[in-house]
């Protein structure tokens, strides 16, 4: 089994940064990809970005060059960096670990609860 936690989501204006941690427990050796997802009210859940073991990211065109996901060096944390947010980033984020490079929710084996993330204008 795999826990995930995020923190530190909260609310901040249009142009504004955070950072959210996803601390990860178990058995972490069977991860080989973190995935990062949102869900806005009324919407589907949509993956955002991905890093896998080798520290290779990917990303949703609708983050790119805004979003920066990495991993803490010897720790089992990972970050999802959020720059330039827009009103429509006002989503609950999670994080979900797996062992496939796909932004697909079905890949996942294992979620964090999530944390809300609300963007002013």
């Known amino acids: 089994q795999v826990q995930l936690v995020e923190s530190g989501g909260g609310s901040v204006q249009a142009g504004g940064s955070l950072r959210i941690s996803c601390a990860v427990s178990g058995n972490t050796h069977t991860i080989s990809v973190m995935g990062w997802f949102r869900q806005a009210p009324d919407n589907e859940r949509e993956g955002i970005g991905l890093i896998t073991n080798d520290g290779s990211t990917a990303y949703a065109d609708s983050v790119k060059g805004r979003f920066t996901i990495s991993k803490a060096t010897a720790k089992d944390i990972y970050y999802l960096q959020m720059n330039s947010l827009k009103p429509e980033d006002t989503a609950i984020y999670y994080c979900?670990?797996?062992?496939?490079?796909?932004?697909?929710?079905?890949?996942?084996?294992?979620w964090g609860k999530g944390t809300q993330v609300t963007v002013s204008s």
């Open positions: 979900a670990a797996g062992r496939f490079r796909l932004l697909r929710e079905s890949v996942y084996n294992y």
